[in-house]
């Protein structure tokens, strides 16, 4: 069964960091390129970030440049999404998301979806 897994979410005061992972299993991520999207309170789903199989990645949200950096372990099969100097507005489920063709913002354009993890950003 192909999944995606999400992890590493949780409680955070302003200013603090979080690492999320997002685990494969029944298929390798090394030919994926694989998306992090959130989704807040009474909002839509928003592409953040994405990252290509090559490594490089690129951030859609102008907010979170210079905050959130994208990393993957394709030993491990998978791939990390650093959030430092995390906000309110960071509030959201966060969920990673693949495919194979280009990296996207575009959640329509994703195969395969994890469940999400929750991030609360607050004192």
């Known amino acids: 069964q192909l999944q995606l897994v999400e992890s590493g979410g949780g409680l955070v005061q302003p200013g603090g960091s979080l690492r999320l992972a997002c685990e494969a299993s029944?298929?390798?991520?090394?030919?994926?390129?694989i998306g992090w999207f959130r989704q807040a309170p009474g909002k839509g789903r928003e592409g953040v970030s994405c990252i290509r199989t090559s490594g490089d990645s690129t951030n859609y949200v102008a907010s979170v440049k210079g905050r959130f950096t994208l990393s993957r372990d394709n030993a491990k099969n998978t791939v990390y999404l650093q959030m430092n100097g995390l906000r309110p507005e960071d509030t959201a489920v966060y969920y990673c998301?693949?495919?194979?063709?280009?990296?996207?913002?575009?959640?329509?354009?994703?195969?395969?979806w994890g469940r999400g993890t929750q991030v609360t950003v607050s004192s």
């Open positions: 998301a693949a495919r194979r063709s280009l990296c996207t913002n575009s959640a329509d354009l994703y195969v395969y």
């Open positions: 029944g298929f390798t991520l090394d030919t994926y390129h």
